[in-house]
């Protein structure tokens, strides 16, 4: 069986130790030098960035998220011992570890880091799909003549070159499509390297829970819970129109992902499909001026960041949290696509006050889906509102003069708010 | 319930109901069609709890009574029935059935009860009068092109219908508008009609009614309040509520100043523009207007997809002018021309252009020029 060494990367016949330099960690795995679809996960990504920038922090529980109120974006590998989650928030998560470090996240750094993991991820294949900053696809067919190295070499070189060169660990799963690969990056997390086989792959699924598939959310999961699907050899009980039947275009995708079965392919440049921003407050609020300046902010946010893209939204979406956590989302389409903050602005403010609720809120969101390309957008004047082509020639004027002499050249007063 | 029914009388009164009913449904009630047996004919009603149609139809009532059954599935039973089939219709409250004869088929279907389905509440109109279905028809078919969708301005989801002065006369008008585009028809005032309330008509209302207005020769009993409008033909009810909100002042949206006067063949336009758009990647992409003396180019030109380009001789005798429209925008507005030449009527590149048919100032268009 052929068996790879993770530490000094030397490829011999099985064993359970590296016969060059003895020690364990040791990946053997009948199709290890066959397969070529990876995921790479970093370990803990912004807490490791932090604790590699500050090393007191090193042996303490380190979680990044914002404020109290926040949630926590991330948390290290000595808090998570002490029960603490990604996406919890954040006063639950100092109960279980009140001795942790609270750190409000550095994004400029992640973001500069990302970008030095994905210069080390170019050097194995040009087809990368990064799926957020310390997470991507990989799909290496192909390039075993190219680096003379079948790609669970590279893979583990890749890992090597994380630890060495940017002091971060990362884990690896190795399989032959996206679904498998990214379920096996989290199969022995942390500076774990795992592979989900094509012969084994029906064996692996079967007693597992379908909440393994990934964008698998609370309603599909409901529903296949309705329908007494738990775990994989439940829904392979299925027929595909059945499963079409009862989940619509999801049940041709379950059907053959319970068959292991997953036919994306790994695209670099995925598309972007919405451009969105939010805000946890400090304390809930129901003031509308408060909220109104948070729209304004959120929308100009948006805004910036779809001129610089050279998109435009057709569908503005405003999302509110209430106190007790619920979520409020409304949408609405535009009759051309915008990239505008006024008008994404003017379109928010309108959802908000047909949400008809009075508040108080914890989070505020703006976004823009159903892109189209900025030569699209803002073309049309409107009739009612004669007005409008005068402000988005203002809002243009002002992006000059912040172009020239800095974002806080020029600002609205309701920006202030 | 017992009654004998014609096919054909059967399937035209259930399909207008049917067509009420909402596809996607949580009350279950609501995707039912209330029957009632009474007299010498039977009424076939169908609601979304917003718009109301009462389909009568005359039958051989054997046994009087009433029953609520699916209306998608009744329709398409009836549908599918031979034609010229007499169908006898038995509804048992015992066991809750419904049964369908016809020759030897025979169907039986679950029923609600009749006291669960909504019936609208009768409202007090403030006008009732009486118009030709063929001016109802024109007023709507040629200004429901402009009804908004966009949800955060729902009170342009429909057409504004109101008395209006025109010319020193009373008119009954109807205006719909976009934001992008807006029709302003107008029509004799009818007798009666002088107090009644502006009120918007929803869009899927404008759809049910156009139903009743095929025949030209029909006359349509309307009666109009503040939160309702009611459409009648002898056999069909169409009452509705009507959008709650305030149409926006559109006098200020019609321009008044315009000169630069082009008047051009609206097939021949229409099809030019058409032709030229075809090379736009979308089919918003902007249609240019190169307006010289007596001539007119028209153009696309999209980098991605290739350039277009024609020529159409017009009457055009003011200063050079260069303007864009959506291409969509424009042949909707050309295809409302029917009789004579469109007359169109510019400013500038920025302003909103008045588009009419030759002098007739009864039906006026108006669009939003883009950036080309």
Same mark, same amino acid.
């Given at each position: 069986m052929p068996a790879l060494c993770r530490d000094c990367l030397t490829t011999f016949? *099985? $064993?359970? /130790?590296?016969? *060059?330099? $003895? /020690? #364990? /960690?040791v990946l053997s795995h009948p199709e290890l030098f066959d397969l070529s679809i990876a995921h790479m996960d970093c370990d803990a990504f912004y807490a490791s960035v932090e604790k590699r920038d500050d090393p007191s922090l090193r042996d303490q529980p380190v979680i990044i998220g914002g404020g109290r109120r926040g949630v926590v974006s991330t948390a290290c590998y000595i808090a998570r011992i002490r029960g603490v989650r990604s996406a919890m928030p954040m006063f639950q998560a100092l109960k279980l570890c009140p001795d942790a470090v609270v750190v409000k996240g550095r994004m400029s750094a992640y973001v500069e880091v990302s970008r030095q993991i994905r210069a080390l991820m170019d050097d194995l294949t040009p087809v990368v799909e990064p799926l957020s900053l310390d997470e991507a696809f990989m799909d290496l067919s192909g390039t075993a003549r190219l680096h003379g190295k079948p790609p669970a070499v590279m893979l583990a070189t890749l890992l090597r070159r994380m630890e060495t060169e940017l002091g971060l660990s990362g884990s690896v799963g190795l399989s032959h499509n996206k679904f498998l690969a990214k379920v096996a990056s989290d199969l022995d997390k942390p500076r774990g390297f795992s592979v989900i086989g094509l012969a084994e792959t029906q064996d692996f699924l079967r007693n597992r829970s379908v909440r393994l598939i990934w964008g698998v959310g609370g309603h599909t999961q409901a529903a296949l819970d309705q329908a007494g699907i738990r775990t994989f050899a439940d829904l392979l009980r299925w027929e595909k129109p059945q499963l079409v039947a009862r989940f619509g275009g999801m049940g041709d995708r379950l059907w053959h992902l319970a068959r292991g079965e997953d036919r994306r392919l790994v695209q670099?440049? *995925? #598309?972007?499909?919405s451009i969105s921003n939010e805000t946890t407050f400090g304390e809930d609020t129901a003031d509308a001026d408060i909220l109104d300046g948070h729209i304004w902010r959120l929308a100009e946010n948006v805004a910036d960041r779809a001129k610089a893209k050279g998109k435009a939204g057709r569908t503005v979406t405003l999302k509110l949290k209430r106190a007790n956590h619920r979520i409020l989302s409304r949408q609405a389409s535009l009759t051309e696509p915008t990239q505008i903050a006024d008008r994404i602005y003017r379109t928010a403010r309108t959802l908000f006050e047909q949400v008809g609720d009075e508040g108080p809120y914890r989070l505020i969101g703006v976004g823009i889906s159903h892109l189209a390309e900025a030569a699209d957008a803002d073309t049309g004047g409107d009739l009612l509102d004669p007005q409008a082509v005068k402000r988005a020639g203002a809002e243009r004027a002002t992006d000059a003069i912040r172009a020239r002499f800095g974002p806080d050249a020029i600002m609205k007063g309701r920006a202030l708010r | 319930m017992e009654f004998s029914i014609e096919r054909a009388a059967l399937l035209k009164a259930v399909a207008q109901a049917q067509s009420v009913v909402e596809r996607r449904n949580t009350i279950p009630i609501l995707a039912n069609v209330l029957i009632e047996a009474e007299g010498d004919s039977v009424s076939f009603r169908a609601t979304d709890l917003d718009i109301e149609v009462v389909d009568q139809a005359p039958a051989k009532v054997v046994r009087a009574g009433s029953t609520t059954v699916n209306a998608v599935t009744f329709h398409e039973i009836v549908r599918k029935l031979p034609d010229g089939a007499l169908v006898t219709i038995i509804g048992d409250t015992a066991s809750a059935r419904l049964s369908v004869e016809a020759g030897r088929s025979n169907f039986s279907l679950a029923t609600l009860p009749r006291e669960d389905f909504p019936v609208m509440a009768s409202s007090e109109y403030e006008a009732n009068f009486a118009a030709p279905a063929k001016v109802l028809r024109r007023l709507f078919d040629k200004s429901k092109f402009a009804i908004s969708t966009e949800e955060t301005r729902y009170?342009?989801?429909g057409v504004y219908m109101h008395v209006a002065d025109f010319d020193g006369r009373q008119v009954l008008r109807c205006v719909a508008t976009d934001g992008h585009r807006l029709a302003r028809i107008d029509a004799e005032l009818p007798e009666n009609a002088g107090n009644m309330p502006g009120v918007i008509v929803p869009r899927k209302t404008v759809g049910e009614l156009r139903k009743l207005l095929d025949d030209d020769d029909a006359t349509i009993a309307v009666s109009v309040s503040e939160t309702k409008v009611r459409f009648a033909t002898p056999g069909i009810t169409l009452t509705s509520k009507v959008i709650d909100g305030t149409f926006p002042d559109y006098s200020r949206v019609i321009p008044v100043g315009n000169t630069k006067r082009l008047e051009v063949d609206a097939a021949d336009f229409a099809q030019a523009v058409d032709r030229v758009a075809t090379v736009s990647s979308e089919r918003s992409r902007a249609v240019k207007l190169a307006l010289d003396e007596d001539r007119l180019v028209l153009s696309v030109n999209a980098p991605d997809s290739g350039a277009a380009e024609e020529e159409l001789a017009v009457a055009y005798a003011d200063e050079p002018l260069e303007i864009g429209f959506n291409a969509k925008y424009l042949l909707e507005i050309a295809s409302q021309v029917d009789r004579e030449n469109a007359v169109f009527l510019f400013n500038s590149a920025g302003d909103p252009t008045l588009m009419r048919e030759g002098n007739d100032e009864t039906a006026v268009y108006v669009v939003m020029p883009m950036r080309v």
């Open positions: 016949d *099985a $064993g359970t /130790r590296c016969p *060059a330099c $003895g /020690r #364990p /960690r670099r440049n *995925a #598309p972007v499909k | 009170y342009l989801n």
